[in-house]
C-alpha cells in the first residue's frame, strides 16, 4: 500500500512515512539517519537552529545515511516587543524560576536573519527535501529550492492554508490535523477555527488540491497509515509516534511522560513559545492557563521560557518542560525508528 | 468491506452505516425508514420527545420500514435553578427575543419522568435498537432491555468512557470523534478533555474494549467509511451527512448552511442547550461566546432558547438557529438518504 506514489517517487524513498521535522533537539542525526534509512523520510527540525548546528547536523546526518532527508524550518515572525508584555510574563514565570534556582531576567530574542541563513545552507548543503511550518515563503524563495532540486513541502491545517501552498509552488502539502502534537502550522486562519480533524481534513484538503496531501495527527501505526490511504492522502507524517523510539533525542521525561499519558491529557497551550502547541498537561501548563491571551507572540515567549525548559530537564521536573504529545499517546511504542517503520509497513501490507 | 461482522449481525442490518439520532426534528420517519430500507440503521432522536410524539414517531416508522431501526435517547440531568443564573440568561437573550418580536420570558423546564416513560415505550413498542447519549443508563436499566432482545448501544468519547458502556452491559459503543457535529456525548471527562479527534480515538477505543467500536466524526462518505475500518471500528455512524439529505427534517437554512459552509466556521457552543456541541458559527454564537461559562446547564438553558430557534427558522433568519454540523460540511450532498449509502457502500467496494 502506497508503495510507488507520486510521493515516494518525489521525495525518493521507499515507503511514504514522514517523520516530522519536530524542533528542540528531538529529531537527531541518528533519528534522522535511521528513518531514512528505514526507508522513510527523517526530517531534521531546523527550527530553532543556529547555522552551525544546523551545518555540523547536516554533516552526522550525511555520514550516517545515503538516503534522502529532509530538513523543517520555521517561517520567522517579528512582532513588536511591548516592555509591559515582556514584564507581565516574566513575573508569571518567576515562581517558576525561583523553584529551579534560576537567575537572572531573559530578555526576549529575535533574529532577523536566521531564516535566510538557514536557507543558504540548505541550498549549499543540497539536502533532499526541504519542509516550511507556520507559513509558506515566497515564490521567490520556492522557485531558488526548486532550481537546485530540492523538493519542498509545505504545512496547513485548513483547505485555504493549502491551497496557498500549492498556488506559491508546493511540491506537496502536510495537512495537519487537530490531534497532531507540537506547534499548530497554522499561518492563515484563526487557531481555533483551525483545529479540524484529521479525519475531516484530509479529504476536504485531497479535493481541492492537485499535489500530493500528506495526512498528519493521530497517526502513530498501521492502522493510521491505510485510514489516511483510504482518506486520500498519499503519504503520512508521524511526529509523536518518533518521540519515544530509540534514537529520538526527547529528554527521558518526555518519552516517558508521552508512554504512560491517556488520551485525554494533551492540551493545546501557548505558553512555552508564544504559539499554540499540543502537549501533555502539566503544572506549567495549569498554572499559565488563565493567561494564555496575555503572554507574548513567538518566538518571544519562547525566548523567555527556554532557561526553564533546560533547567527543568536537567533537574528532573517534567511539570516545567513541555512534554509535546498529540492526542494518541496510548498508542506509542519504546522501539527503533527502524523498527516502527518495519511493523507500519509489514502489517499495512499484510492486512491489505 | 464490513459486510456480515459483528454489528451487522446484532443490529440486522445490511451494511454497518448507522444514522446518528439526532434529535429536534431532524430524524423524521421519513429518514429513519429510508435509511433502514437502505441498508443502514436508521434512528428516531427522541432525546427530547414527548411520549406522545414518540409513540406516533415510531407508528409512522413502522408503516414505512419492516427493517431494523434504532430510538437515542437521552440520560437525564437534573442541575439545580438558579434564579439569578436564569435571570442573566434571559436579560442575554432579550435583545434576540426582541428581533424576533417574542413576548414573554421563558421559564427552565425539567421534565423528571421523561426518561422513564421514554424507556416504556421503547420497551413496549419494542423497538429494535436503542441508543444513549450523555451518559449510560443503569445495569438494571440495561438488562431489562436486553431480556426483551432490544440491543442496546452507548456513546463514549474517550476510553474511559467507553469502558464504562462496556462494563454496565452495552452491546458496542459509538465512539464520537471531535469533529462530529451536534451534542458532544462526554459524560466522564472534561468536554475540554474529551475533544479527541477521531483519527487518535477509535484506535484506543479499539484497543481497550471487547465488544465492537462505532466510529463517529467526520465521516461523510466512502473515504471515511473506509478510513474507519482501517481504525479498527466495525461501524460507523453519520449525523451531518444525513442532515442535508431529502427525507431529513431539518429546517432549509440549516441543510443550505451545511451545504455551503468552508470546514473551519463550526464552533463548540454550549449557549443553545447548556451543553457543549458543535454547529455553524453565526450571530447567535457569536454574541453567546464570551458568556459562554455564565449560561446555565443542559437542559435548562436549551428550554431558554426553545421559541428562539423555532421562531428564527419560521422567520428566515439562521444567524439565530442552532445549524448543528460536524467539521466535514465541504463533503455534504443534497441528496435521498439511500443514494448516500448506496454511494458509500458501492465506491467503498468498487475500491477494495
Not at 27 to 46: D, K, Q, Y
Not at 60 to 76: E, W
Request: charged share 20%; with cysteine.
Amino acid at each position: 500500500m502506497g508503495k510507488n506514489n507520486e510521493v515516494t517517487a518525489q521525495l525518493k524513498i521507499d515507503y511514504p512515512i514522514i517523520q516530522a521535522g519536530m524542533a528542540g533537539g528531538i529529531t537527531t542525526p541518528e533519528l534522522v539517519a535511521a528513518v531514512s534509512n528505514a526507508g522513510g523520510l527523517g526530517t531534521l527540525g531546523a527550527g530553532y537552529m543556529n547555522i552551525e548546528d544546523l551545518k555540523r547536523s547536516l554533516q552526522d546526518i550525511k555520514q550516517q545515511t545515503t538516503c534522502s532527508f529532509g530538513v523543517n524550518i520555521f517561517i520567522p515572525e517579528y512582532p513588536d516587543i511591548v516592555e509591559e508584555e515582556i514584564e507581565k510574563a516574566n513575573h508569571l514565570l518567576e515562581p517558576i524560576r525561583k523553584d529551579l534556582h534560576l537567575d537572572g531576567k531573559p530578555q526576549p530574542e529575535l533574529s532577523r536573519s536566521l531564516f535566510d541563513h538557514q536557507l543558504e545552507v540548505v541550498l549549499k548543503h543540497q539536502v533532499p527535501v526541504c519542509s516550511f511550518t507556520f507559513g509558506v515563503p515566497s515564490k521567490e524563495v520556492i522557485r531558488d529550492l526548486k532550481k537546485e532540486g530540492i523538493i519542498v513541502v509545505g504545512t496547513a491545517t485548513t483547505v485555504e492554508e493549502a491551497l496557498i501552498n500549492e498556488e506559491r509552488g508546493m511540491d506537496m502539502v502536510v495537512a495537519q490535523g487537530s490531534e497532531a502534537g507540537g506547534h499548530r502550522g497554522t499561518f492563515l486562519n484563526t487557531y481555533d477555527s483551525a483545529m479540524i480533524g484529521t479525519m475531516s481534513l484530509i479529504p476536504q484538503v485531497v479535493d481541492h488540491l492537485r499535489i500530493p496531501t500528506i495526512a498528519a495527527g493521530g497517526i502513530m501505526d498501521s492502522r493510521g497509515f491505510k485510514a489516511a490511504f483510504a482518506l486520500g492522502a498519499q503519504g503520512v507524517q508521524l511526529g509523536t509516534a518518533f518521540v519515544t523510539c530509540a534514537e529520538s533525542g526527547a529528554k527521558p521525561q518526555h518519552k516517558e511522560a508521552i508512554l504512560k499519558t491517556p488520551e485525554h491529557d494533551t492540551i493545546i497551550t501557548r505558553a512555552f513559545s508564544g504559539k499554540p502547541a499540543r502537549g501533555i498537561a502539566n503544572q506549567f501548563t495549569n498554572e499559565m492557563r488563565s493567561h494564555e491571551e496575555d503572554l507574548p507572540g513567538y518566538p518571544l515567549q519562547n525566548s523567555l521560557t527556554k532557561d526553564i525548559r533546560k533547567e527543568a530537564a536537567k533537574q528532573n521536573k517534567p511539570q516545567y518542560m513541555s512534554l509535546w504529545s498529540g492526542q494518541s499517546p496510548r498508542l506509542s511504542q519504546s522501539i527503533s525508528a527502524g523498527e516502527l517503520i518495519e511493523k507500519i509497513v509489514e502489517q499495512a501490507s499484510l492486512e491489505g
